[in-house]
Structure formats: structure tokens, C-alpha cells
């Protein structure tokens, strides 16, 4: 009889004696060690998070002034056709 794939009796014990007999470095790791906290930091933060923030406003008002000055040309483009297009008063 043939066991089905990943259900190996020897497998689960195996893993857990790795588990059991690994160093607990992982455990001891110092995150000041490998990230340099500062007094600065909760500024770096503050100013990241700032412009993720005010990026898209900033975006969105270029785009509403490119816009408008679009429609604008095109409001005058389209008056100069009519204008053209009447005739002449007297």
C-alpha cells in the first residue's frame, strides 16, 4: 500500500526535531542591530508617509489645471469656428 504524497509518517517528526534542536538565533536577534534607530527615525517615518500621502493630491491638482486649460482652448477654438461662420453685421 502506497501512502499518498506529503502525508509520510517520518516527515512531521523529522521537522520536529529540526525545529527542537535549531539554535534559537532567530529568537535573539536585536532589531537595533540591523535597523539603526534613531532619534530621527519617527521624522524619517513621518516625512515618508507625508509625501505617500500628499503625492496623489499633488497629482490630482496638475491634472484638474492641465485639464482646464484643455477645455478652455478648446471653448476658444470652438467660438473662433463660429464666429467665422456668421455673417458680417452691418
Avoid at 5 to 17: D, E, I, K, N
Avoid at 37 to 64: R, S
Wanted: glycine share 4%; proline share 8%.
Amino acid at each position: 500500500m502506497r501512502m499518498p504524497a506529503g502525508r509520510r509518517p517520518g516527515t512531521l517528526a523529522c521537522a520536529m526535531a529540526a525545529a527542537l534542536f535549531a539554535p534559537a538565533a532567530g529568537a535573539a536577534v536585536n532589531s537595533y542591530r540591523f535597523l539603526h534607530v534613531t532619534i530621527d527615525t519617527p521624522w524619517h517615518i513621518f516625512l515618508f508617509l507625508l509625501v505617500g500621502i500628499f503625492a496623489p493630491f499633488v497629482l490630482m491638482v496638475v491634472l484638474m489645471w492641465r485639464n482646464s486649460l484643455r477645455k478652455r482652448d478648446e471653448a476658444r477654438a470652438h467660438d473662433a469656428a463660429q464666429d467665422s461662420q456668421r455673417p458680417p453685421q452691418s
